[in-house]
């Protein structure tokens, strides 16, 4: 033993210890050894230089080698461990195992040897040498493994590759499981965690709050991704991507951090590591480097610092910022990057940064194609979140399938049309009948609705026991009777179809409560009816009926924007109802209450055309019983003497107030605004908040709606002569261009705005640059980030004149 041990490189000294603790009389005369060892042995797979990894024992106190083993345990000290078992032992599950060649094929360690398999060293090598060459192959690599080297990585080796042979890279974003393993599929080069799962994937307004347990959890999952079988009907595209992932925003500030920070995305399965930064990070690029870790570098726009580079925005764009460009990539390829990604830069700099690191392929984003390769966010490519950047082409709208699949879903659901027979599985007669001797009361009332489900004369209206049935739980939710696409039959709730859902809502309504006559709604398209409601116990009646609400306050007179918003609600919730009501309280007596369009019927055929549920038509003795307006009123004191409310004193208050009382009425879940009206939504914002009413609504604030030439759509366009309607245009044009640029200042977009729009022969009542929450202005010396820049001004054409308002709002920089 203490030869083997010498011979093995291991240091025998305990074990050498009690070896001579033997007893010359053990060893007289019998030729045997015996060893007494009261200590427990316990062994631990450690790292080695180069990569591998070995058994040997957990601490130094205990022997090299078990003293008491078997022999087929005792090589599994001389042979190097499966990488994959082995980081499973030290690290858990952090991926699949067996998915390649290499983790497939059992190592010697983890198999029984035949006595003698030492090899060269052993006094029975040949023997053993045989005897594992009489092994079947099947037994080595496993059944079914033949078809294992095609998952076989493409590594930097790979890309390098690809590279010198001038091909083309692509690099894809993703953020979990499925989004990495369709990327494999589709055979991109690269695979990119990115920071950018801060605004894709966790609603964030940026990635600065991205933190490092965000990303080690989406590195894990994008590499299980990666490693996964194919998914059914999309062809495997071999090799599998290399991996890289994202350093966030505060990970890298001290290089120890960063190096350990670098580690940790290492081991959750990132291939390369990428970071933002210049020359200033070299050096932490070339440390990572010397730690055997792969570095991506990042630079023109770096969205993690990109309020020191005026925002997000074309990078180098002069020839001096270009210069620095190719400096900060030579420093990087120096310091040891093996890749560049170069975001939002002009292609002839793009191209200058390719020639001078002719080494490094140089990956582009918004950077022309003179370079290696391309990356883009799988969100923008998909259309997931809206209009992308410029330069990114959208190949498809997969937003668009999914509210398709969900509304079909939602339909299908409240139809009863899903699950229904083909979805659904049923019990062997055998144990249905079983099920029957068990629960013979129950089963019986489950059959009954069962075979009467389409009955709708067998209605039982909510909150009364049917006949012969006292004493059974009757299922009615507190506070609301059965929605209107669910019947109700013997005490069960049960699905109605679609061909009976008018005569069931009508019959619903009229076993409720008997105030709908049949003056009082007209019937809508595909069987949907329109319920027109005039006072508190109309609106009560139907509000029993349904479930969630959505809500559009109006003042009648309904142009496609209005119709916009109910388009909205209508995504918020089941049931949408809209008021008209022209609000005499938000009038001055100068203004034109008694002129302002009254167009009732042709407001209700546009609602009943766009699906909506209910109207409600108060009138102003309804809403002021004791006259406009009222004794007791909203004030918002917040906005007074501010932009609009400087201008008309008597109106947010008159505003405040009818909204309130809607809202007592209606009793909405949603409600939905025209970001038109910026005042206006910081005002009922406010008094939700102010009211304790924003945990039970919640407030949606829409884009404004505009026409074909940029004019905000509003109800007074009606106003509008010819002439008036070639110059309100310039508007909206004004307001964009002089906004365009988050750092602009704000008493130079008031100036540039105000001339613009007195050029056109307009009267400006106000220029505001104003923040969103409590619409305080901002300073002339106060860059218009984060800031809604809205005007106020009168339109002349002879004796006709209209007042129109706009605002744009200018995101964070």
Not at 437 to 454: C, H, Q, W
Request: aromatic letters at 6%.
């Amino acid at each position: 033993s203490t030869a083997l041990g010498a011979a093995l490189g291991f240091v025998a000294g305990p074990l050498g210890e009690a070896i001579a603790q033997l007893s010359a009389s053990d060893r007289g005369g019998r030729g045997c050894v015996r060893i007494v060892w009261e200590m427990t042995f316990v062994a631990a797979i450690r790292r080695v230089p180069g990569g591998s990894y070995l058994k040997a024992p957990k601490s130094s106190n205990f022997p090299a080698l078990p003293v008491q083993t078997t022999l087929s345990n005792l090589y599994t000290y001389f042979d190097p461990w499966p990488k994959c078992r082995a980081q499973f032992l030290l690290y858990g599950p952090r991926r699949p195992l067996c998915t390649s060649m290499h983790d497939r094929i059992p190592s010697r360690a983890m198999q029984p040897k035949p006595p003698g398999a030492l090899g060269a060293r052993g006094r029975r090598g040949k023997a053993g040498a045989a005897a594992a060459a009489a092994i079947p192959e099947q037994r080595l690599y496993g059944a079914g493994d033949a078809g294992a080297a095609a998952g076989r990585p493409l590594g930097l080796a790979g890309l390098m590759k690809r590279f010198r042979r001038q091909e083309k890279l692509a690099m894809i974003t993703a953020y979990d499981f499925p989004s990495a393993r369709l990327a494999r599929g589709a055979g991109v080069d690269l695979v990119l965690v990115g920071d950018s799962i801060g605004n894709c994937r966790l609603g964030l307004p940026d990635t600065v709050g991205v933190t490092m347990e965000d990303m080690v959890r989406a590195t894990v999952s994008a590499r299980r991704g990666i490693d996964a079988p194919p998914m059914p009907g999309v062809e495997r595209v071999e090799p599998k991507p290399v991996l890289v992932g994202d350093m966030p925003f505060g990970s890298f500030l001290l290089e120890p951090e960063g190096l350990k920070n670098a580690a940790a995305l290492r081991m959750a399965g990132a291939e390369v590591i990428k970071l933002e930064g210049g020359r200033q990070v070299a050096t932490l690029v070339r440390a990572m480097t010397s730690a055997g870790i792969p570095v991506m570098g990042h630079i023109g726009l770096q969205p993690q610092s990109a309020a020191l580079q005026g925002g997000l925005r074309m990078q180098g764009t002069t020839a001096a910022a270009a210069r620095e460009l190719v400096n900060d990539a030579k420093e990087l390829a120096a310091a040891g990057a093996v890749l560049l990604v170069l975001e939002c830069v002009p292609a002839e700099v793009a191209a200058a940064v390719q020639v001078a690191i002719p080494q490094v392929p140089v990956i582009g984003i918004g950077a022309g194609g003179q370079v290696a390769g391309q990356v883009l966010v799988c969100d923008d490519l998909l259309g997931l979140h809206g209009k992308p950047p410029s330069f990114v082409k959208q190949y498809t709208d997969v937003a668009a399938t999914i509210l398709a699949s969900y509304s079909s879903y939602v339909a299908d659901v409240r139809s009863g049309e899903f699950p229904g027979k083909q979805y659904a599985k049923t019990m062997k007669d055998t144990e249905l009948e079983k099920l029957r001797d068990f629960l013979p009361g129950i089963m019986d009332r489950v059959a009954s609705a069962t075979t009467e489900v389409a009955d709708v004369n067998r209605f039982v209206p909510p909150g009364s026991i049917p006949a012969g049935r006292a004493g059974v739980p009757h299922p009615v939710r507190t506070g609301k009777v059965a929605p209107a696409n669910i019947s109700e039959v013997n005490g069960h709730f049960a699905p109605i179809t679609k061909s009976n859902a008018t005569a069931m809502q009508a019959r619903l309504l009229s076993k409720v409560t008997p105030v709908f006559s049949a003056g009082r709604h007209a019937s809508g398209a595909a069987g949907v009816e329109l319920q027109v409601l005039h006072n508190r116990d109309e609106v009560d009646a139907w509000r029993r009926t349904v479930d969630k609400v959505a809500f559009v306050p109006t003042m009648g007179n309904l142009h496609e924007g209005h119709l916009e918003l109910v388009d909205e609600a209508k995504r918020k919730a089941a049931h949408v109802v809209v008021s008209i009501f022209v609000n005499p309280a938000q009038f001055a007596a100068h203004e034109d209450l008694g002129t302002y369009p009254r167009t009732f019927q042709r407001d209700l055929e546009l609602l009943r055309e766009r699906g909506v549920s209910a109207v409600f038509a108060p009138t102003p003795e309804l809403m002021y019983p004791r006259g406009s307006p009222g004794g007791t009123v909203v004030v918002p004191r917040f906005v007074e003497g501010k932009s609009e409310d400087a201008c008309r004193p008597h109106f947010f208050t008159g505003v405040a107030t009818v909204v309130l009382k809607l809202f007592n009425i209606v009793q909405p879940d949603v409600v939905v605004f025209g970001q038109k009206d910026a005042m206006q939504c910081s005002v009922i914002r406010r008094m939700l908040e102010d009211l304790c009413l924003d945990t039970r609504i919640s407030m949606i604030v829409a884009p404004t709606s505009r026409e074909p030439c940029g004019l905000a759509r509003s109800s007074r366009n009606a106003y509008l002569t010819s002439s008036m309607r070639e110059r309100a245009p310039a508007i909206y044009a004004a307001l964009s261009a002089a906004s365009s640029a988050p750092g602009r200042l704000a008493g130079e977009v008031r100036e540039t705005v105000r001339k613009a729009l007195e050029d056109k022969g307009m009267d400006v009542s106000y220029v505001s640059v104003a923040d969103l929450a409590d619409m305080d202005e901002r300073g002339d010396e106060v860059v218009i980030a984060n800031s809604v820049v809205s005007v106020a001004c009168l339109l002349k054409d002879g004796d006709v004149q209209c007042r129109l308002i706009d605002n744009v709002v200018v995101p964070a920089a």
